[in-house]
C-alpha cells in the first residue's frame, strides 16, 4: 500500500526540482527525504526517480504517480472539509497568505468580521509574495492564501491548487509632478494620449510609457510578480526601463518618485491612502486581479469558505462591486 506522506513528498519533488529543496521546505533532512522516497519506490516496486549528476528526475512511472497523488491529496482535502463541516463550530488555527498591500487595505477589516462570525477560529497572517504561495499551500505551510496576477504576468497554472477571483484594481504610472507640468497630485488616464496599449480601448499606454524610456525606473525585487510586471509593461512598450531602485512597498516607491528618483507602475490599493502633491498619476489600461488560493478540494472546507466570505464583507468601496 502507498504511502500518502510519501507521496507528497515525491509530489514536492516534482514541483521543486531538488531533494534539498523538498528537506528546506519540509523542515527534513535530505537524506530523511530520500530515505522516505526510496522505501516509496519499494513500495511501487519500479524506479520512480533517475539521478542526472548532482540532481535527480521523474521517471514517466513516477511522472504518472504524482498524477495520482494529486487526485488522492484533493480527495483528502474534501474529505477533511466533510469532517469539518460536520464537527460544527469553526476553531483552531487558519494559516492566511497575503501579499503587503492586501495586507494593509484588506486583511485587517477581514480578520476583524471572521473573529465577529467565528470566533473560536485563530487567524495566524504571513505575508507572502504571491510567487511563492503554491509551494506554501501544498507543503500545508498554509491553508489559504491571496495572489495576484498582472495583465503581463498571468498567474500560472498550479497542479494541486485552486482558486476564486476576489477583486481587480487599476494600475497607475507614478511620475514626479515636476516632471509632468501638470497640476500636483493630478491623476489622468493614459486614454487618448495616441498609441494603443493592453487590449482593446488601450489607446495611449505603450505612448506614455515610451516617454519615460530614458527616466530612471523604481521596480519591485526581482524574482516578484510586481517586478515582472513593470519590465515586460515596459518591453510592450518598446524599451527595457534602466532601474535605479528596487523596493516591494509601495507607500516607499511613492516617496521616492516624489523625491525625483524615478517613475514606477504601482496598484490602486498602493497609491490608496498615500496621496502627496509631488507625484502625480496616471491611469493605465492594464488591472492586477487578485484571487483566493487553496489547495484543490479545499474549497469547500468551512474556515476556508468563512475567510472567502469575511474578505468579500471587508472590501473597500472602490473594489466591492468590480469583482473579476
Request: aromatic share 4%.
Given at each position: 500500500?502507498?504511502?500518502v506522506r510519501r507521496l507528497r513528498l515525491l509530489r514536492e519533488l516534482a514541483h521543486r526540482g531538488t531533494?534539498?529543496?523538498?528537506?528546506?521546505?519540509?523542515?527534513?533532512?535530505?537524506?530523511?527525504?530520500?530515505?522516505?522516497?526510496?522505501?516509496?519506490?519499494?513500495?511501487?516496486?519500479?524506479?520512480?526517480?533517475?539521478?542526472?549528476?548532482?540532481?535527480?528526475?521523474?521517471?514517466?512511472?513516477?511522472?504518472?504517480?504524482?498524477?495520482?497523488?494529486?487526485?488522492?491529496?484533493?480527495?483528502?482535502?474534501?474529505?477533511?472539509?466533510?469532517?469539518?463541516?460536520?464537527?460544527?463550530?469553526?476553531?483552531?488555527?487558519?494559516?492566511?497568505?497575503?501579499?503587503?498591500?492586501?495586507?494593509?487595505?484588506?486583511?485587517?477589516?477581514?480578520?476583524?468580521?471572521?473573529?465577529?462570525?467565528?470566533?473560536?477560529?485563530?487567524?495566524?497572517?504571513?505575508?507572502?509574495?504571491?510567487?511563492?504561495?503554491?509551494?506554501?499551500?501544498?507543503?500545508?505551510?498554509?491553508?489559504?492564501?491571496?495572489?495576484?496576477?498582472?495583465?503581463?504576468?498571468?498567474?500560472p497554472e498550479e497542479p494541486g491548487l485552486a482558486t476564486e477571483p476576489l477583486y481587480r484594481e487599476a494600475?497607475?504610472?507614478?511620475?514626479?509632478?515636476?516632471?509632468?507640468?501638470?497640476?500636483?497630485?493630478?491623476?489622468?488616464?493614459?486614454?487618448?494620449?495616441?498609441?494603443?496599449?493592453?487590449?482593446?480601448?488601450?489607446?495611449?499606454?505603450?505612448?506614455?510609457?515610451?516617454?519615460?524610456?530614458?527616466?530612471?525606473?523604481?521596480?519591485?525585487?526581482?524574482?516578484?510578480?510586481?517586478?515582472?510586471?513593470?519590465?515586460?509593461?515596459?518591453?510592450?512598450?518598446?524599451?527595457?526601463?534602466?532601474?535605479?531602485?528596487?523596493?516591494?512597498?509601495?507607500?516607499?516607491?511613492?516617496?521616492?518618485?516624489?523625491?525625483?528618483?524615478?517613475?514606477?507602475?504601482?496598484?490602486?490599493?498602493?497609491?490608496?491612502?498615500?496621496?502627496?502633491?509631488?507625484?502625480?498619476?496616471?491611469?493605465?489600461?492594464?488591472?492586477?486581479?487578485?484571487?483566493?488560493?487553496?489547495?484543490?478540494?479545499?474549497?469547500?472546507?468551512?474556515?476556508?469558505?468563512?475567510?472567502?466570505?469575511?474578505?468579500?464583507?471587508?472590501?473597500?468601496?472602490?473594489?466591492?462591486?468590480?469583482?473579476?
Open positions: 500500500m502507498l504511502d531533494i534539498a529543496a523538498v528537506a528546506e521546505a519540509l523542515s527534513f533532512s535530505p537524506s530523511a527525504v530520500s530515505q522516505q522516497l526510496s522505501v516509496l519506490e519499494r513500495e511501487a516496486g519500479l524506479p520512480l526517480l533517475e539521478r542526472t549528476g548532482r540532481r535527480v528526475r521523474l521517471t514517466p512511472a513516477g511522472q504518472n504517480l504524482v498524477r495520482h497523488a494529486d487526485a488522492v491529496l484533493d480527495l483528502l482535502e474534501r474529505a477533511d472539509a466533510e469532517l469539518a463541516e460536520a464537527r460544527g463550530g469553526l476553531a483552531g488555527a487558519l494559516r492566511i497568505g497575503s501579499f503587503p498591500t492586501a495586507t494593509r487595505a484588506i486583511v485587517p477589516a477581514a480578520l476583524a468580521e471572521l473573529a465577529r462570525r467565528h470566533p473560536g477560529l485563530e487567524p495566524m497572517v504571513s505575508e507572502t509574495d504571491p510567487a511563492a504561495v503554491a509551494h506554501a499551500l501544498r507543503a500545508g505551510d498554509l491553508d489559504v492564501a491571496l495572489i495576484h496576477a498582472y495583465d503581463f504576468v498571468p498567474a494600475m497607475y504610472l507614478a511620475t514626479p509632478a515636476q516632471w509632468t507640468g501638470g497640476p500636483a497630485g493630478s491623476v489622468a488616464s493614459a486614454e487618448g494620449v495616441g498609441e494603443g496599449g493592453v487590449g482593446e480601448g488601450g489607446v495611449g499606454q505603450r505612448a506614455l510609457l515610451r516617454t519615460h524610456a530614458d527616466a530612471p525606473w523604481i521596480t519591485a525585487t526581482p524574482g516578484t510578480l510586481c517586478h515582472a510586471m513593470t519590465v515586460r509593461a515596459c518591453e510592450d512598450a518598446g524599451f527595457m526601463p534602466r532601474i535605479r531602485h528596487q523596493v516591494d512597498e509601495f507607500a516607499t516607491v511613492l516617496a521616492l518618485v516624489a523625491a525625483g528618483q524615478g517613475v514606477a507602475v504601482v496598484p490602486q490599493l498602493g497609491i490608496t491612502g498615500h496621496a502627496d502633491p509631488a507625484v502625480a498619476l496616471t491611469r493605465l489600461v492594464m488591472e492586477r486581479r487578485t484571487n483566493v488560493a487553496f489547495r484543490s478540494g479545499a474549497a469547500a472546507h468551512p474556515a476556508v469558505a468563512a475567510f472567502g466570505a469575511a474578505l468579500r464583507a471587508a472590501l473597500p468601496p472602490e473594489l466591492s462591486g468590480d469583482h473579476v
